[in-house]
């Protein structure tokens, strides 16, 4: 996208985080960015609204998103548990198809021994917008994932299940992952993927090469109906937001 005017900027203590970004495209639309982060004990709380013309027609809706997470941590025991990780996350998104989402999401996780635990449910509701502009129908769903996580040695493996228990039960994806970290520049990953809506099973084999800079990944796929791929992946890095 071109803008012809763009001004951002941030600032940040040992406690606040706070980045700011305004501008307009070629057709003389706004867009920007506010983000919010403040750090008190082992809690934190993050604010972030984006704003964001997404077609090229000056008269359709711009896209916009709003959240607000509140994520910490509980140090002392609960119900059996050594700690307590959490995240309560709302959102608020619009744009030229969806009329309005509204999501809720939160997350626990904790640890027993070696075994990771981590429990998330997300309900959302999603009123569509009609060719009109009007809106039409709200619908509403609930989803629910439990994850279990294992370090054997330097292997650490993954299991993940997700199901949708609202507006009614389904299996959705089941998720196994492990992790192998063979030195300090190379590690491996295999990954295994079922959709079962869409009864796909997708099989990931990766050798990651880890520099300061950037991680170069080469990876091969195989799914159940026969499709194979092979695909090299380069993630550069320029710096670490702060605060996150």
Known sequence: RISDLLLGGQFRTERVLGEGLIGRDALGRQLGRGVLQVRFG???????????????DPDSPSRQRTELTLSGSVTQPVAGLPFLLYTLGLERYTDSVVGESLRFRGKLGSQLGRLGL??????????????DGGTGASSEAVRLAHQASLRLGRVRNRLRVGYDVSPEFAWEDLQANTYWPINDRWSSELDLQHDVSLERTRGQLRVNLEHPKFTLSPRLTLD?????????????????????
């Open 224 to 244: 159940n109906d026969g499709t194979y791929g092979a695909f090299v992946d380069l993630r550069l890095s320029t710096g670490v937001e702060p605060m996150t």
């Open 42 to 56: 082992r809690t934190s709380l993050r604010f972030n609204h984006e704003l964001r013309p997404e077609a090229v």
């Open 118 to 131: 981590s429990n998330d449910i997300q309900w959302t509701r999603s009123t569509p917008r009609t060719s």
